[in-house]
């Protein structure tokens, strides 16, 4: 059997020796398939089936009738109003907050400084559920606070309750998602010169106009790739939801669960579910446009 791998002598420029030009039966994108196929078997085609399964009614065939059911329902219409309010909401609380702890971090020498700054690449390994039960040990019903209250007061119940309403998801989604947008902006502070907060200081300008023509313009970048990651990620948060147990906060992840666990409405979640993947690779791309010009 003829080898895989052939040589050819060819002729060499002026003055120079014979080239050896090697020839391999493999080409270049041949080493892709294997991956390409994995990737295929494991990733894609259960979404192929998620996709075909949205169009196929328990009456049988292929219908849009799904689809159709789906956006007419009002649990669609709050889920996606729901979604999309606690998305934005938490995503401008993760961005003020994510903006100021990385200034403080980075400008404001204190002890420990580096040490919290390491802490913030440890925090994005955490689970969401995991803060979310640490909330509910500080401010659930029968949590800290409320204890601490109760045996002040010699009350019956604490006033503390919000952890069950949009509020208190959206109280945990900011204090789960902070650090996605102060990583990067620690990344671009690192950039900056500080001479030219000096310069700006020796010059006259306040705190407020320094963060405002010096500081927040290194820092658009960052925020809006940090902020369009968060968004993404918050769009899909399921975790969060679960653990609160917040009454009445029904999100897309929470209707897809809905759907398929508790109603066995397949052909429903799937449409769901379809219409979640395509707003959430749409924010995406739009986040990896934004990293990409952003340096991230």
């Known amino acids: 059997m003829a080898s895989a791998v052939t040589a050819e002598v060819r002729p060499a420029a002026s003055g120079s020796g014979p080239v050896l030009k090697r020839r391999t039966g493999w080409k270049g994108p041949a080493w892709a398939l294997p991956p390409v196929a994995i990737l295929g078997v494991v990733f894609l085609y259960p979404l192929l089936l998620v996709v075909q399964q949205s169009f196929s009614p328990d009456e049988g ?37 994510g903006f100021v702890l990385a200034m403080v971090i980075a400008f404001v020498p204190f002890p420990g400084g580096r040490a919290v700054a390491r802490f913030v690449d440890v925090f994005l390994s955490f689970p969401s559920f995991l803060i979310t039960l640490a909330l509910l040990f500080v401010y659930g019903n029968a949590g800290m606070a409320n204890g601490i209250w109760t045996g002040a007061t010699g009350a019956a119940d604490g006033p503390f309750h919000f952890l069950t309403t949009p509020w208190g998801v959206l109280l945990a989604e900011i204090t789960y998602f902070t650090p996605f947008v102060m990583r990067p902006l620690l990344a671009a502070f690192s950039q900056l010169d500080t001479a030219q907060l000096e310069v700006a200081s020796s010059l006259g300008a306040g705190p407020a106009r ?4 010096v500081i927040l313009p290194e820092a658009l970048p960052a925020l809006a790739a940090g902020g369009s990651l968060v968004l993404v990620m918050c769009l899909n948060e399921f975790g969060i939801v679960l653990f609160t147990g917040a009454k009445g906060v029904t999100t897309l992840p929470m209707l897809v669960y809905s759907k398929a666990i508790l109603e066995s409405d397949y052909p429903a979640a799937c449409v769901v579910a379809v219409v979640n993947i395509v707003i959430s690779v749409g924010l995406y791309s739009v986040y990896r446009m934004v990293s990409r010009r952003a340096g991230a």
């Open 61 to 97: 065939g292929t219908s849009i009738a799904p689809y159709s059911e789906v956006f007419a329902s009002a649990s669609f219409r709050s889920a996606l109003t729901t979604t999309v309010w606690l998305a934005a909401g938490s995503t401008a609380g993760c961005l003020v907050l």
């Open 210 to 213: 320094i963060v405002r023509q």
